[in-house]
């Protein structure tokens, strides 16, 4: 009997170890699986799996019903980040930005790694949004990797989540419109959605939806913007400037360059105007046999002046038209000119016989000094100078210290925006070489512009 008890009791613990074990061992899978499924193994925060659904959760269960936000933020250039300091640097930044936000938001702030670098936030804002987002900008940007500063730019889009608003899915949407609108801008780092961005972000998608069958349609059209000599008063020269024109419409420049810049189409429309000036120089040259041509600069964007190549392909462009690398102008803005290899493209350029111009000069980072390291023909006062004329003022204008040091250096000089007399005055009075503007001429369709042409 004794026997048996205690075989009894030895089977009991064995079963009860075996059932602990079994527990424990189970609990230890669920854990694992846990991890695998809902947390992400780089930042020790969740995954997008765990905010979708926490993100619902906290949807459903909202007690504050005002200041709720839903942010996106990711590194700009964090490819580049992991190429200069490698993959494990890297993991090391995303890890801290993780800690960063939970130091600054509320406990109760949802914090995830979505995908690569890119987090999703959701919490409740007891504090105003501008700041908080300021302080997360600020302290991402001077981030700290084993007491070693390193320069971080984020794109941050925020969106406040409305009262009864349930769909994690469409409110991630909306703050991912503000974050797409504010990436790769470096003078703001985060925005807030409201239905203006939507609009506009509709707006660009649809410009987007038909810049290719505008293209090849032919919809942008080419006006010239004639340029006046100073001493002559004659046109001798003008700014090939595009129009898109559709369905009886103007679109103006300033609704679909910047887009296109920023998605490299404007690569493709660059050459697409290189290519309808030529055609149009070589009808000229038949039609006005006995009248010079016009110096007509086109303007070629950052992005397509560093492709590879660029300078054989314009040089291509033009010969095939009969036309000479000299009577076209390359017009670069002043900002493009900050970087190597575009100098050094600029150089090329000159060697292969075209004009250069730099545009919106005054306006960009480069300094006066640039000037003499570059083969410059002219520069192009930009309007925000004109515009600040004053006859009265004692002080001299920054348009008299430009003139004279491109007198120096043998470069031409054109003002642009040049909208009333005073201003022509002026202008002349410094011995600028050449106006451009309303004053003299709008930009015109081809046909306006052969008209002037005869009348030269």
Same mark, same amino acid.
């Given at each position: ?13 064995? #079963?009860? #170890? ?179 961005? !939507?609009?506009?972000?509709?707006? !660009? ?41 559709? !369905? ?81 102008? #390359? ?118 512009? !052969? ?6």
């Amino acid at each position: 009997m004794k026997k048996n008890n205690k075989l009894k009791l030895l089977t009991v613990s064995i #079963i009860t #170890i075996v059932s602990s074990y079994t527990v424990i061992s189970n609990r230890k899978k669920e854990e694992k699986l846990y991890k695998l499924a809902y947390i992400d193994e780089v930042t020790k925060l969740g995954n997008k799996n765990f905010f979708m659904q926490k993100g619902k959760e906290f949807l459903e269960n909202i007690k504050n019903k005002t200041n709720n936000y839903l942010m996106v933020l990711d590194i700009d250039k964090f490819k580049s980040f992991n190429k200069r300091y490698g993959h494990q640097k890297g993991n090391e930044l995303l890890y801290t930005i993780g800690q960063i936000l939970t130091e600054i938001l509320s406990k109760e702030a949802i914090i995830a790694r979505l995908a690569n670098d890119a987090f999703g936030i959701i919490f409740e804002s007891r504090n105003d949004i501008e700041k908080i987002l300021t302080e997360i900008e600020e302290k991402i940007s001077k981030i700290k990797i084993e007491n070693k500063e390193y320069q971080i730019y984020i794109s941050l889009g925020a969106y406040k989540i409305k009262e009864n608003e349930k769909e994690i899915e469409k409110i991630l949407d909306k703050a991912l419109i503000a974050h797409d609108k504010i990436k790769g801008n470096y003078n703001k780092q985060y925005m807030i959605y409201n239905e203006t961005l !939507e609009k506009e972000i509709e707006k !660009e998608h649809n410009i987007e939806l038909n810049m290719q069958q505008a293209l090849e349609n032919e919809e942008f059209e080419v006006y010239y913007q004639p340029k006046i000599n100073v001493k002559t008063n004659k046109i001798e020269g003008a700014e090939a400037l595009v129009r898109w024109k559709k !369905e009886d419409k103007i679109i103006p420049p300033s609704d679909f360059i910047p887009i296109f810049e920023k998605n490299q189409f404007i690569i493709k429309l660059d050459t697409y105007i290189l290519k309808k000036v030529c055609k149009d120089l070589e009808e000229w040259k038949k039609k006005y046999k006995n009248i010079s041509m016009p110096l007509v600069s086109v303007n070629v964007s950052k992005e397509h002046l560093t492709k590879e190549n660029f300078k054989s392909e314009y040089e291509s462009i033009v010969k095939k038209r009969g036309i000479t690398p000299n009577e076209i102008e #390359i017009e670069i803005t002043e900002t493009a000119t900050i970087e190597k290899d575009i100098i050094s493209m600029i150089k090329e350029i000159k060697e292969t016989g075209f004009t250069i111009s730099i545009d919106d000069f005054g306006t960009g980072y480069s300094s006066l000094s640039m000037l003499q390291d570059m083969p410059i023909d002219t520069i192009k006062i930009d309007k925000i100078f004109i515009d600040q004329i004053n006859l009265n003022d004692t002080k001299k204008n920054i348009i008299e210290y430009i003139i004279l040091i491109a007198k120096k250096l043998k470069i031409k000089t054109v003002a642009e925006g040049v909208e009333n007399k005073k201003q022509v005055e002026y202008l002349k009075k410094l011995g600028c070489d050449f106006i451009q503007g309303y004053y003299y001429f709008k930009p015109l369709t081809k046909k306006e512009f !052969e008209n002037q042409m005869n009348d030269r």
